[in-house]
T-cell receptor, first 115, second 110 residues
Framework: DAMVIQNPRYQVTQFGKPVTLSCSQT?????MYWYQQKSSQAPKLLFH???????NEADTPDNFQSRRPNTSFCFLDIRSPGLGDAAMYLC??????????????FGPGTRLTVT | AQRVTQPEKLLSVFKGAPVELKCNYS??????LFWYVQYSRQRLQLLLR??SRESIKGFTADLNKGETSFHLKKPFAQEEDSAMYYC????????????FGKGTSLLVTP
């Protein structure tokens, strides 16, 4: 089945130790998104790609970076994780919005713990 | 600024009772509104979008531009409806990225 896959599902890292989360999709969608969701909060958009065009949200910390080497894969790099970065990280994909928004397809998420 | 407000963090109803999950928004222009649902241990998935004007799993939602609301309704709740529900807004102003409300946890008890 076409889907959005995130690896790993659970990630534990140490304070300040760089970590990379990965997302892959078999939907061949143009757009990929990374959201951060902290406990009991709404998913918050960090950044998104329209094909290779990177769009950073204004309030996304510089500590968060992203790479999209091809259509299928997208990575979230946290250069120096702090305790406040512990959260569920959601990857999503959609078609290019064009004249309107399309449904976003979400991965299962990666739960990041920072010790 | 665009904002989505879901005033109820938790909503508990009995099976067979009507349910309404409230969503209000603020947006300059013509937004697109969605309801996403997350069942226990499952991924977030689309339930409804306002432009479709369809009923999914017995749920409906009407966009009321005058009241800037997009409430989710179902006349007879079922136990399997228990889940987390997120109202979300999208529009050209934000490059069509989703802006989520904080979510309402619906619990349907027998």
């Amino acid at each position: 089945d076409a889907m959005v896959i995130q690896n790993p599902r659970y990630q534990v890292t140490q304070f300040g130790k760089p970590v990379t989360l990965s997302c892959s999709q078999t939907l061949n969608h143009n757009v990929m998104y990374w959201y951060q969701q902290k406990s009991s909060q709404a998913p918050k958009l960090l950044f998104h790609y329209y094909d290779k065009d990177f769009n950073n949200e204004a309030d996304t910390p510089d500590n968060f970076q992203s790479r999209r080497p091809n259509t299928s894969f997208c990575f979230l790099d946290i250069r120096s994780p702090g305790l406040g970065d512990a959260a569920m990280y959601l990857c999503a994909t959609s078609l290019y919005p064009g004249q309107g928004a399309y449904e976003q397809y979400f991965g299962p998420g990666t739960r990041l713990t920072v010790t | 600024a665009q904002r989505v407000t879901q005033p109820e963090k938790l909503l508990s109803v009995f099976k067979g009772a009507p349910v309404e999950l409230k969503c209000n928004y603020s947006y300059s222009g013509s937004p697109e509104l969605f309801w996403y649902v997350q069942y226990s241990r499952q991924r977030l998935q689309l339930l409804l979008r306002h432009i479709s004007r369809e009923s999914i799993k017995g749920f409906t939602a009407d966009l009321n531009k005058g009241e800037t609301s997009f409430h989710l309704k179902k006349p007879f709740a079922q136990e399997e409806d228990s889940a987390m529900y997120y109202c979300a807004l999208s529009g050209q102003n934000s490059g069509y990225a989703l802006n989520f409300g904080k979510g309402t946890s619906l619990l349907v008890t027998p």
